[in-house]
């Protein structure tokens, strides 16, 4: 990987449209406007592998499908743009759990947006609103609330280990 650098014009367009489709409902382009915005090339493919907006790592390419996964300051973002989809409530007796990052299990989900698709990011959220958990759903909404046992959603980040990290 290279150093951070300012995006190309190109990239910033690029990375505006694939997350607005990624994430709808959510306009990506006057936040890629802004001058605090940096990224991480990949040197084989000289792709943007990830996104800062100045010390806080947002975004990270996964290679297998192309998409960007948001790491906890990301999904902070996110909520922060007005995201009105890809979000599960959890049930109160869970929140801890999640918040420390284990995975989220379906009887544990309280309200789930609809549109969620297997292997979509997802954020987490306390009943009272608390971004919890950023991860990757295992099945779509529907089944959501149907199942009762198993994993919901795999947990990649969370706000217990991000309070470690950023020391706040």
């Given amino acids: 990987m290279s150093e951070g650098k300012t995006p190309k014009p190109v990239d910033r367009?690029?990375?505006?449209?694939?997350?607005?489709?990624q994430f709808p409902g959510v306009d990506f382009t006057a936040f890629f406007r802004r001058d605090d915005i940096y990224v991480v090339y990949s040197r084989k493919t000289r792709r943007v592998s990830y996104v800062h907006l100045g010390d806080r790592h947002l975004f990270s390419l996964r290679t297998s499908d192309g998409r960007y996964q948001p790491t906890f300051a990301g999904g902070l973002l996110l909520l922060e743009l007005?995201?009105?989809?890809?979000?599960?409530?959890?049930?109160?007796?869970?929140?801890?759990?999640?918040?420390?990052g284990k995975s989220l299990y379906t009887r544990h989900v309280m309200t789930a947006d609809s549109g969620i698709a297997p292997g979509s990011e997802v954020l987490l959220l306390s009943p009272e609103g608390e971004l919890l958990a950023v991860g990757t759903s295992v099945h779509p909404t529907h089944a959501l609330h149907s199942l009762v046992n198993g994993v919901a959603?795999?947990?990649?980040?969370?706000?217990?280990?991000?309070?470690k990290r950023t020391g706040s």
Avoid at 13 to 21: C, D, N, Q, S
Avoid at 90 to 99: E, G, H, I, L, Y
Avoid at 153 to 163: A, D, F, T
């Fill in 13 to 21: 367009e690029r990375l505006a449209r694939t997350l607005g489709f």
């Fill in 82 to 100: 007005g995201l009105e989809k890809q979000r599960i409530t959890v049930a109160p007796d869970a929140v801890p759990f999640v918040a420390d």
């Fill in 153 to 163: 959603v795999k947990v990649k980040h969370s706000l217990n280990k991000h309070r």
